[in-house]
């Protein structure tokens, strides 16, 4: 298992948690498996892939803003334990559970 979880106090109730051979989607959009109300989110922002080999894959979906690994904009990325993702203002931190 694998979770992402805000490095910011106030959103600290902002964990999402993924299980093997899970895809998620992140978004301010209501249909989006993660869902974040924050500014420069785009609806359907970016999309989490964790394969059957424990691999965890982020995919920008073109949002306008994009998605950030450890500070470098990235449309695609392979994460590890420790990095951080930032979508919009909010940052993430990625840990292998």
């Not at 895809?23 to 970016?46: E, M, Q």
């Not at 990235?74 to 559970?97: C, H, M, Q, W, Y």
Request: hydrophobic share 40%; aromatic share 6%.
């Amino acid at each position: 298992m694998w979770t992402l979880q805000s490095t910011d106090p106030a959103d600290a109730d902002l964990v999402f948690r993924l299980l093997p051979g899970s895809l998620k989607t992140i978004g301010r959009a209501p249909g989006v498996d993660f869902v974040v109300d924050a500014a420069l989110v785009s609806r359907v922002h970016c999309r989490l892939t964790l394969s059957d080999t424990n691999e965890l894959l982020l995919e920008d979906l073109g949002s306008t803003n994009g998605t950030f690994v450890n500070g470098e904009k990235v449309p695609k990325a392979v994460l590890s334990d420790g990095d951080k993702v930032t979508v919009g203002r909010i940052e993430f931190v990625v840990n292998e559970a």
